[in-house]
């Protein structure tokens, strides 16, 4: 939905594409309505485009590079500084790293990590948080939260491991068939080459020692082989990178891994909790 506080708030990017786009229309002679029309878009669509009250769908700028682009390539390049855009400012520095690291070491404890997570089950979390979202802005961090996925299938080959504290499997979010369908491509994502998935049990606390009860956290490793970690309290985020806190970090992550169920177990709870929706 185009809204005129938008136009206040639009990122740079957001801001050249409505540009380079209001210069190319008018360079071809096309009114916003002609252009719209070539594009399958409405031509108000075009002018909230062009005056920053709704930034450029991925879908729209797909069309802008068919009609305008003249080949140059200009609006499939924006695609990715537009999205960077829409991801909330804290945690902009952060996805750049994602987007680029060979290898990402993740803890969660709450919900499903974003990566992993189905589009509906995305929606669902992120349209029931607080404070409430304006429907435009969910259906814009559901899209880029959906786009980050790439990095499953990049070249070269990142190598992902998740490990979800068990408690995520009791907390549905949606609906059942919602949490039933997340939990089906959960086992598929975990059948990856590339990826590692592990469950913590509720019990490992029986042992004496639950060395997940700090929280989430985020382990990165970039394509200069330099290591750091990423925490993100209540919307707030920290990016580590002194070697002596990372050390610890992953020294920590590396005892949840040992007192997490094995891959080939993990699969199997995963695959058994999925079922068929209630």
């Given at each position: 939905m185009a809204r005129a506080e938008n136009k206040e708030t639009a990122g740079p990017a957001t801001r050249l594409v409505a540009d380079v786009a209001r210069r190319m229309r008018i360079k071809k002679k096309l009114t916003q309505e002609q252009l719209g029309k070539e594009m399958g878009f409405s031509g108000a669509a075009v002018s909230a485009m062009e005056t920053c009250a709704q930034p450029a769908s991925d879908e729209?700028?797909?069309?802008?590079?068919?009609?305008?682009?003249?080949?140059?390539?200009?609006?499939?390049?924006?695609?990715?500084?537009?999205?960077?855009?829409?991801?909330?400012?804290?945690?902009?520095?952060?996805?750049?790293?994602?987007?680029?690291?060979?290898?990402?070491?993740?803890?969660?404890?709450?919900?499903?990590?974003?990566?992993?997570?189905?589009?509906?089950?995305?929606?669902?979390?992120?349209?029931?948080?607080?404070?409430?979202?304006?429907?435009?802005?969910?259906?814009?961090?559901?899209?880029?939260?959906?786009?980050?996925?790439?990095?499953?299938?990049?070249?070269?080959?990142?190598?992902?491991?998740?490990?979800?504290?068990?408690?995520?499997?009791?907390?549905?979010?949606?609906?059942?068939?919602?949490?039933?369908?997340?939990?089906?491509?959960?086992?598929?994502?975990?059948?990856?080459?590339?990826?590692?998935?592990?469950v913590l049990p509720l019990d490992c606390g029986l042992s004496g020692e639950h060395a997940g009860a700090r929280g989430e956290m985020t382990l990165v490793e970039t394509p200069e082989h330099d290591h750091l970690v990423y925490l993100e309290p209540q919307d707030e985020s920290l990016l580590v990178s002194d070697p002596a806190k990372v050390s610890t970090y992953a020294q920590r992550y590396a005892k949840i891994r040992a007192q997490a169920l094995g891959s080939r177990e993990s699969l199997g709870l995963i695959e058994r909790l999925a079922g068929d929706p209630e």
């Open positions: 729209m700028l797909v069309a802008l590079e068919r009609v305008l682009g003249e080949g140059t390539g200009i609006f499939e390049q924006a695609r990715e500084y537009v999205r960077l855009d829409k991801y909330p400012e804290q945690f902009k520095d952060y996805v750049l790293l994602e987007q680029k690291a060979v290898g990402l070491q993740l803890y969660t404890t709450q919900v499903i990590h974003g990566l992993f997570q189905t589009e509906e089950y995305a929606r669902a979390l992120i349209g029931g948080g607080y404070p409430p979202l304006p429907e435009h802005r969910v259906e814009e961090l559901v899209e880029v939260r959906m786009a980050r996925k790439a990095i499953f299938d990049r070249q070269p080959t990142a190598l992902l491991e998740l490990i979800m504290d068990a408690s995520v499997f009791t907390r549905p979010i949606g609906s059942r068939e919602i949490m039933h369908r997340q939990m089906v491509q959960l086992a598929g994502s975990a059948k990856r080459r590339n990826v590692t998935l592990q």
